[in-house]
């Protein structure tokens, strides 16, 4: 059955301590893996797109990296502004797309 | 550029009413996803819709459905409504369908069945 996992489900860090959130799926004919934030009441944002195993995407504090069976979202000296719920999701061959249930981060001043 | 926008933010039904929800694509965006998220939940996907014609459907029964319009603005329809199909309900639009493309998402209908 395909599936995205994410981990950890909550993520409590100090500002400025970096850490790592995690997803793992196990769909069929992977065309593309998303990363979104989203804040209490508002829609998912558009983050990274990541193709293919050894790709890298960065932006400001976020590093989103794949490899065949999993992709990392790295967070490097996170700030308050940073809390949020960050989602990952996959599209494959079957035309679907897959959320996971997403890793919800507070950062602390 | 006007994101996407979904109306209305939020709406309560009862059980076995009929409901369309509204979604305005983003400028240029020809393919439009729905999703449902319910609370505590990543977005669930119920169809696309490129170019006036479904393209790609999740698991969801047919009483859930959709239409998109020639200015690629979108609606989806629920009949017959029960319980758990309260949640938000998310409109992605993309330039194109399939993953070559990001979505970008509207802010939700919060849909509350009593």
């Known amino acids: 059955e395909d599936q995205v996992t994410q981990s950890p489900e909550a993520l409590r860090l100090q500002e400025g301590e970096s850490s790592s959130l995690n997803c793992s799926y196990t769909?069929?004919?992977?065309?593309?893996l998303f990363w979104y934030r989203q804040d209490p009441g508002k829609g998912p944002e558009f983050l990274f797109t990541?193709?293919?195993a050894g790709e890298e995407k960065e932006k400001e504090r976020l590093k989103a990296t794949l490899t065949k069976k999993e992709s990392f979202l790295h967070i490097t000296a996170p700030k308050p502004e940073d809390s949020a719920t960050y989602l990952c999701?996959?599209?494959?061959?079957?035309?679907?797309?897959?959320f996971g249930t997403g890793t919800s981060l507070t950062v602390i001043p | 550029e006007t994101g996407v926008t979904q109306s209305p933010t939020h709406l309560i039904k009862t059980r076995g009413q009929q409901v369309t929800l509204r979604c305005s694509s983003q400028?240029?965006?020809?393919?439009v996803s729905w999703y449902q998220q319910a609370l505590g939940q990543g977005p669930q996907f119920i169809f696309q819709?490129?170019?006036?014609?479904?393209?790609g459907r999740g698991n969801f029964p047919p009483r859930f459905s959709g239409l998109q319009f020639p200015n690629y603005s979108s609606e989806l329809n629920v009949n017959a409504l029960e319980l758990d199909d309260s949640a938000l309900y998310l409109c992605?639009?993309?330039?194109?369908?399939?993953?070559?493309?990001?979505?970008?998402f509207g802010d939700g209908t919060r849909l509350s069945i009593l």
């Open positions: 992605a639009s993309s330039l194109e369908p399939g993953g070559d493309q990001p979505q970008h």
């Open positions: 769909v069929s004919g992977l065309r593309g």
């Open positions: 990541l193709y293919s």
């Open positions: 999701a996959v599209y494959h061959t079957g035309n679907q797309f897959y």
């Open positions: 400028s240029g965006h020809n393919t």
């Open positions: 819709y490129y170019r006036e014609e479904e393209n």
